[in-house]
């Protein structure tokens, strides 16, 4: 069974920073990945890993988020700098069973598995 669960959030001013963690329970190689929801906004990729360690990240956010991954401890991270107002929103991550490498952000459709979210605002 499996089982994402986010943590990490919080709120931020601008220019700050903030790391999220997302424990998971997937015995293989998936696609992991962190999307996120501002109010009134659709649900948005952020950025990816690949079954095989490639990265794709959306282009709002390249250069100032950086995700990563704890095989060990099967933990999934995102660690956002230079933060601003534009980047409150619910963020998720979520798993995939069907995306192997990737070049770019797969869409939310591919991801089967999510988390239950955790809210990130910053303040200017």
């Known amino acids: 069974q499996v089982h994402l669960a986010e943590s990490g959030g919080g709120s931020a001013q601008a220019g700050g920073s903030l790391r999220l963690s997302c424990k998971y329970t997937?015995?293989?190689?998936?696609?992991l990945g962190w999307f996120r929801q501002a109010p009134g906004k659709e649900r948005e990729g952020v950025a990816a890993i690949g079954n095989d360690g490639t990265i794709a990240y959306a282009p709002s956010v390249k250069g100032r988020f950086t995700i990563s991954q704890d095989n060990t401890e099967s933990i999934l991270y995102l660690e956002m700098d230079s933060l601003t107002p534009g980047d409150t929103a619910i963020y998720y991550c979520a798993a995939s069973s069907r995306v192997a490498s990737i070049m770019s952000m797969p869409a939310e459709r591919w991801f089967d598995y999510w988390g239950q979210g955790t809210q990130v605002t910053v303040s200017s």
């Open positions: 997937i015995k293989y190689r998936w696609c």
